[in-house]
């Protein structure tokens, strides 16, 4: 059996670390994507001649073109785009600058856009599929996370439109939106280990079901949606949130 290839974005940590893995574990080759350079070297290392890796800041509009140049040039394919570098800010309304507004709807969104749109060539010679990596956040509104929320629905109605326009050419789109996950995307925006580990203790109260979830769990449902299993799944955004979609912000 061909091994079939995954493009996984944010491949060094978090969700996209585990997504890597899961993928990995099921004979995939997997072309990874990151910023981190020493993290991208030790991923290659652990599952040597079943990795390739990218050091690219996708934020750039340069890079990610430059990124499928090279893809091209290879000859790689490209079964499963897995979109999931993403960042997150703090901002109210009034509180967000048009600096970090402009940076998050950049990253989570826009980049995710053009990442897609570059894609579509490769994915259309192996009737492969999308997931992108949401949130509960696209879903629900919660305070004090303004261009986080609104970046997050940006990409799942971006999941819903190229799903649809995408079916004639036998590509599927989906998201998972995941409720508060143990990563690193709280502590890298800024929150203290102090704060962030009352952020986890609080978060089992708003999650129904009593606990927060696990990068591999994420993983898990990435891989179902971008397997035959799910071969008439497209255009849909699936929570994975211990019910935390179905409570009032509180």
């Not at 072309?31 to 350079?37: C, G, P, Q």
């Not at 140049?69 to 901002?91: D, K, P, Q, Y």
């Not at 261009?147 to 940006?154: E, F, L, R």
């Not at 971006?158 to 050419?169: D, F, I, N």
Request: net charge positive; hydrophobic share 40%; proline share 2%.
């Amino acid at each position: 059996m061909t091994m079939k290839t995954a493009l996984i974005t944010g491949a060094t940590s978090g969700i996209g670390l585990a997504a890597a893995k899961k993928f990995l574990s099921n004979n995939y080759f997997v072309i990874a994507v990151a910023r981190n350079k020493e993290k991208l070297s030790q991923l290659k290392k652990e599952f040597s001649g079943r990795v390739e890796v990218f050091s690219y800041d996708l934020a750039d509009k340069d890079n990610r073109i430059e990124l499928f140049n090279e893809i091209g040039n290879r000859n790689f394919v490209i079964n499963v785009l897995i979109n999931s570098a993403g960042i997150l800010r703090n901002g109210t309304i009034e509180t967000t600058s048009l600096e970090s507004w402009n940076e998050m709807i950049e990253i989570n969104l826009t980049s995710i856009f053009h990442i897609m749109n570059l894609a579509i060539p490769f994915l259309e010679r192996t009737k492969g599929n999308i997931v992108n990596v949401s949130s509960v956040t696209g879903l629900r509104s919660f305070p004090n996370v303004l261009a986080y929320c609104v970046s997050k629905a940006g990409l799942d109605q971006l999941t819903r439109c190229s799903a649809l326009e995408l079916a004639s050419k036998g590509i599927r789109v989906n998201a998972v939106n995941p409720g508060v996950v143990v990563t690193n995307v709280h502590r890298t925006s800024g929150m203290d280990e102090v704060s962030y580990q009352s952020f986890l203790e609080r978060s089992k109260t708003t999650h129904p079901l009593g606990r927060v979830g696990k990068p591999e769990e994420i993983a898990d449902l990435i891989y179902f949606l971008a397997s035959d299993e799910a071969s008439w799944i497209t255009g849909n955004t699936v929570s994975i949130d211990g019910g935390r979609n179905l409570t009032c912000a509180r």
